[in-house]
């Protein structure tokens, strides 16, 4: 990643700084899209608001957040913790049918609505885990024609497994990365992360060839799934002290880093945005500056593809080119929480830095200070 693309920050605070405004803009924007009684916008249109719970709990906006949790409860999940048949449940029927539920849940969690996580983490167990590769099924159990398992999906549920306490569930995540990364035959420059009925992915319909694989060398890829993946790793390495999921996320984030420029073509595809997120949840637990750079150059990616009202859209071949704004309510609801996890590991990081950097003056005899700690990170 070429060094310029990060040089306008002069150090840490001054790259925190410039996230919090970006991410800022877009929390206001949210708040906006939230009737008195939680209803989130467009809800009669699609079912865009699932993050909004987990992503206003973390900025700190936790009334909101809580007043969108108690709507969903009320309007979209069932009393077993599903989606309800019609819209809330129609665009995650054939695809990616687990994702919004573990965000759902982890919202719920974080917002002290235990019951509702549980009962959207017992409905995922009984009905959307494969029970032997632990990945997470790509179709709702009605309509799983290919018994297909994704890993941005199986990254998601490991992830809120983790913060439930569902630690048999977030095993089963770790062993099917094991066995998708063991299995890949073309690292570093293809990525196949699909598991199916007979193995890893690599012969599949035309139509499913986004989500299939991603050749690093090219445009327009799911540049996203080695972010989240390597997200769910780091927290799986800090939790269990796991030496395997730490060299297996820092691999992944490597894919990233040695893939074509285009992928930061904000204009032509949104799908590198979760880079900033593996980045900031490996950095956690490990303070190697290359991290950092890839947090500045996504802050930098962030800003620029951001709107001028705060909201960001989605860039991919599988979403509409001018969406309508119950899509932008999904997007702009997930980049603020990235943006948000990438400032906090930051400020964790800088501060921690500052601490070393405060030793090694006192050993020399010299003051420390902020402005020194930037020139020096």
Request: hydrophobic share 40%; glycine share 8%; with cysteine.
């Amino acid at each position: 990643m070429p060094d310029d693309l990060t040089s306008e920050y002069s150090g840490i605070a001054d790259a925190r700084e410039h996230l919090r405004e970006v991410r800022d803009r877009g929390v206001a924007w949210l708040l906006e899209r939230i009737g008195d009684d939680g209803r989130p916008a467009h809800a009669d249109e699609h079912h865009g608001y699932y993050r909004f719970p987990w992503t206003l709990a973390y900025v700190g906006e936790r009334e909101r957040a809580a007043a969108v949790m108690s709507w969903i409860e009320r309007k979209t999940l069932t009393d077993d913790g599903d989606l309800r048949d019609g819209v809330a449940r129609a665009a995650w029927t054939t695809d990616a049918a687990t994702y919004p539920l573990t965000i759902i849940a982890q919202g719920a969690w974080v917002l002290e609505s235990f019951d509702t996580a549980n009962a959207v983490m017992e409905t995922l167990r009984r009905d959307f885990v494969d029970p032997v590769t632990g990945g997470a099924y790509r179709e709702r159990p009605e309509a799983r024609a290919t018994g297909y398992q994704m890993s941005f999906a199986t990254a998601q549920l490991g992830s809120t497994a983790l913060t439930t306490g569902q630690t048999d569930l977030a095993d089963g995540a770790f062993a099917f990365f094991q066995r998708v990364m063991a299995a890949q035959p073309d690292l570093p420059g293809t990525l196949y992360p699909v598991w199916g009925r007979e193995g890893l992915v690599t012969e599949f319909d035309e139509t499913y060839h986004y989500n299939a694989l991603i050749d690093f060398s090219k445009p327009m890829q799911a540049f996203h799934n080695p972010g989240i993946a390597a997200g769910f790793l780091a927290r799986y390495s800090q939790m269990h002290g796991n030496a395997e999921a730490k060299a297996l996320a820092s691999a992944l984030i490597a894919l990233n880093e040695q893939g074509t420029a285009e992928q930061f073509n904000y204009a032509e595809s949104s799908g590198i945005c979760k880079l900033g997120l593996g980045s900031a949840m490996l950095l956690d637990i490990d303070p190697d500056p290359r991290l950092v750079r890839n947090i500045k150059r996504m802050i930098r990616w962030y800003a620029d593809a951001q709107r001028p009202d705060g909201a960001w859209i989605h860039r991919t071949p599988n979403r509409p080119e001018n969406p309508p704004e119950a899509f932008v309510m999904e997007k702009t609801a997930e980049h603020v929480l990235w943006l948000s996890m990438m400032l906090t590991s930051l400020a964790r990081y800088e501060a921690s830095m500052h601490g070393e950097t405060a030793i090694v003056n006192q050993l020399q005899g010299r003051p420390v200070s902020s402005g020194t700690l930037n020139k020096e990170i």
